[in-house]
């Protein structure tokens, strides 16, 4: 079982940045597989970017050269740096723990990117 609590979104003007964290507790950090997903009303979830448990990271198209995705297993935390956002970035932003066929979500951080 894990834990995971996302912080650092908020209101950001266009081409501005932002980092989220996700903490997590109550298990092995280092063995999930962790992603970064954004949801906005009335669309799925979107995966935004990922990292395996050896660190191959991975990104959706929308946001490569932008967002990178990095963890700190001694602090059992992913982070999500963004860089240059976009109005179309504005979404509520949910971290993901994976582990075989178990997911956990956090409850997610909001984003909002004025234009």
């Known amino acids: 079982q894990v834990q995971l609590v996302e912080s650092g979104g908020g209101l950001v003007q266009a081409g501005g940045s932002l980092r989220l964290s996700c903490a997590a507790s109550g298990s092995t950090f280092s063995i999930y597989a962790m992603g970064w997903y954004r949801q906005t009303p009335g669309k799925q979830r979107e995966e935004v970017a990922g990292?395996?448990?050896?660190?191959?990271?991975n990104y959706a198209d929308s946001v490569k050269g932008r967002f990178t995705i990095s963890r700190d297993n001694a602090k059992n935390t992913v982070y999500l740096q963004m860089n240059s956002l976009k109005p179309e970035d504005t979404a509520a932003y949910y971290c993901k723990a994976k582990w075989g066929l178990t997911n956990y979500w956090g409850k997610g951080t909001l984003v909002t990117v004025s234009s």
């Open positions: 990292i395996s448990s050896g660190g191959t990271t």
